[in-house]
C-alpha cells in the first residue's frame, strides 16, 4: 500500500503505535466486505447499542429517497449516551471537562450529567412540552446546552439548536420554522472577553414569533436581563424544584421508534430560508457513535476535545452524541483560541493532557499565523492524533498542524461530511497512510463517486460533483415539512444519488481531494452561509435596493464574502454607509455573516431572467475572463 502511494509526491506513513485496533490490511478486509454489502455492515454495527426493540428491517429503500433505518426497532439515543453508563464503568468517569473563557472550570461525570437531565427534563415536561414538541436552544458554549439538548431528547422532544453567533433574524426564522414551544437562551455569552447579549436578541426574535410559551435563561454573564412575568425563568431557579422527588429524581427514558425525529439543525441552502435538516433517534445514534470508533478510535483514558461549537452539527455528532454513546470524557472550551493570548488552546492541551484535538483549519491558520513559540512553550505530548473539519486543509496549514501542534507523531484525521450526513463520510482511520489536504476514502459502509455533469464518473484526477451512492444510517430524513425541497435539492442533479453540493477529485489510490461548494454556499472560517440569506439582509436595510454576495479566497477564513450594493434612489454611496450596511447584517444574521468588503455598483450582472450571475461578479473581483456571458442582459 504505502508503495503504492509513494507515486504522488507527499505521502506520510503513521508510526503502528497510533492505532490499537487495525492494521492497515484488516481495515481494508473491513472496507471491501462493508462495501460488498453496507446494510449488514450497519446492521452489525447497530447490534453494539441498547434497542428497547429489535428492528425487523435495517434499511427500508421502498420509498426512496425517503429512506427508513432500523425500522420497527424502538430505542432513544439517551438510553445510549447516559443511561447505559449509569450501570456500567463509566458511571463515576468525566463526561465533561468545562473551561470558561474567564478561566473558571467544572467538570461534570455521567452520573451528574443524567441527573441534571433528569431534572431539566422534569422542567420541560412540566412546561407541557410533550414528545415531538420543538424546543430552540440559543446558548452560549455552556454544559447547560448538552444538557438541554439531552433533556429534549430524553422525552422525545425535537430541539433545534441556534448558534450563538447567528442574530435576530436568523433565530426568528429557526424559531418560527420549527414552531417552537420553549426557547433555552442565557443572560450572555462571553466571547474574547466582551458580552453577547443573548437573551436581549432572543426577546427582539420573539417579537416577531408567535409560537413561544415560555423561555428559560440561562444565568452565564450575571448581567441585568428584562424577564417577561409568566413567559420568562431563570434556568437555576427551575432546577431546584422538587420535581420528579417519586423517583428520587429520575426520569425515565422515553421510547421512540428509530424513525422518530431527535432534532432538527437548520443550514444554508442555495435560497434565503435555510432548510431544517431532521434527523432521527435510531440511525443517527449508529452512524455517529460508530464513526467515532473508526475514525478516532477512542481509548477508555483519552480526553477528547472536539472545538466546535455544540451549535453546529460537528457539535451535535461529536461534542454530544458520538462521544457520550462511546462513554468519553471530553473538554469543552466556551472562548475564542486568542483569548487572553494566542497559547489559549496549547494551555488547554496541556493542562489536560488532551489525547484528540478535533478542529477547523480556519481556526489552525489563524494560530499559525502568530508563530509557532506560543505552541512551543507548552507540552503537547500528551496528543496522539489530530483531526480536520468543514473545509479543506490547505497543504500548508496541514504541515503546521502536524509538526508543531502533532509533534510530527500524530496523524490528521481529516473528516469530510455535512449537516445533512450527519456522520463523518470520507475520512482515513488512524493507520491509513496520509497525504496533506485529501480526506482519503470513505469509511466502511460508505460509496461515493464523482461525476460529471451528464451522470458518467469523471476519469482520474479530474474534477466532478461528489455523490453518495448507498443510503447511510446517519443520513438526513428530509428537510423539515418541505419534502419536495428534499428531493429537489439533493436527489434531482443524479437520480437515486445523493448530491453534496460539492466537487471533488479522486486520485490514482482511491483518495478523494474535496474542491468546494459548487452551489451559492459560502464556507466563511468553516460555517456554512447562504448567499441569498446575506444578500436578504442587506436588502432589509431601507438604503438598498438590490445586493449580491460571493465567496473570495481568504488566507486564514478559507472565504471571505464580498457584497456588491445598488442603492435605492436618494442614497449616495460613502464610507460611512459600507459600514453601516456591514454592521446591519452582523445585528440581523450574526458577526460571522458580516462581509468583508462592501462595493457599490450601479448594476448588477444578471441573466435576461433576472437571475444574478455571481459568477460574472466574482471572476471581476478576481481580475479573470468572465467566462461565457451569452445568458447576460446587456
Ligand atoms: O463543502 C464541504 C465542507 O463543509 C460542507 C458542509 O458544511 P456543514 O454542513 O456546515 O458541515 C460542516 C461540518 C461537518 C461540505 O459540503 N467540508 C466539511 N468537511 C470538509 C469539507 N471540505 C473539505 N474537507 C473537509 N474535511
Sequence with gaps: MAQRLSQTPEVWTPDESVTTRWVQQSYEALREKAAANPAAFWESEAKEYLWFRPWERTVDDSNAPFYQWFVGGKTNIVANALDRHLTNAHRNKLAYIWEGEDGSVRTMSFHALDREVCQFAHVLRSMGVRKGDRVTLYLPRVLELPI????????????????????????????????????????????RGKVIP???????????????????????????????????????????????????????????????????????????????????????????AATLKYAFEPRPEDRWWCAADPGWITGHSYVVYGPLINGMTSVIYEGAPTHPYPDRWWRIVERYGVNVLYAAPTAIRGLMRFGEAWANRHDLSSLRLLGSVGEPINPEAWRWYHRVIGGGRCPIIDTWWQTETGMFMVSPVPSM???????????????????????????????????????????????????????QQYWSTFPGKYFTGDSARIDEDGYLWIIGRVDDVIKVSGYRLGTAEIESALVSHPAVGEAAAIAMPHEIKGHAIWAYVLLRAGHQPSPALAEELGAHVAREMGPI????????????????????????????AQGLPEGDVSTLEQ
Design 198 to 288: 443573548l437573551k436581549e436578541i432572543a426577546d427582539r426574535a420573539l417579537e416577531r414569533a408567535g409560537t413561544v410559551e415560555h423561555v428559560i435563561v440561562v444565568r452565564r454573564t450575571g448581567q441585568k436581563v428584562a424577564m417577561e412575568t409568566g413567559r420568562d425563568y431563570f434556568y437555576d431557579e427551575l432546577m431546584t424544584l422538587p420535581l420528579g422527588r417519586a423517583g428520587g429524581g429520575r426520569c425515565e427514558t422515553e421510547q421512540m421508534d428509530s424513525e422518530d425525529p431527535l432534532f432538527l439543525l437548520y443550514t444554508s441552502g442555495t435560497t434565503g430560508r435555510p432548510k431544517g435538516i431532521v434527523h432521527t433517534h435510531g440511525g443517527y445514534l449508529v452512524g455517529v
Design 433 to 487: 497512510p496520509l497525504k496533506p489536504g485529501s480526506a482519503t476514502r470513505p469509511l466502511p459502509g460508505i460509496r461515493a463517486e464523482v461525476l460529471a455533469d451528464d451522470g458518467t464518473p469523471v476519469r482520474l484526477g479530474e474534477e466532478g460533483k461528489l455523490v453518495i451512492t448507498t443510503p447511510w444510517p446517519a443520513m438526513l430524513r428530509g428537510v423539515w415539512r418541505d419534502p419536495d425541497r428534499y428531493v
Design 148 to 191: 438541554a439538548m439531552l433533556a429534549c431528547a430524553k422525552i422525545g422532544a425535537v430541539h433545534s439548536v441556534v448558534y450563538g453567533g447567528f442574530s435576530v433574524e436568523a433565530l426568528n426564522e429557526r424559531i418560527q420554522d420549527s414552531e417552537s414551544r420553549v426557547l433555552v437562551t442565557a443572560d450572555g455569552g462571553f466571547l
Design 593 to 620: 455573516a458580516k462581509p468583508e468588503r462592501i462595493e457599490f455598483v450601479e448594476a448588477l450582472p444578471k441573466t435576461r431572467s433576472g437571475k444574478i450571475m455571481r459568477r460574472v461578479l466574482k471572476a471581476r
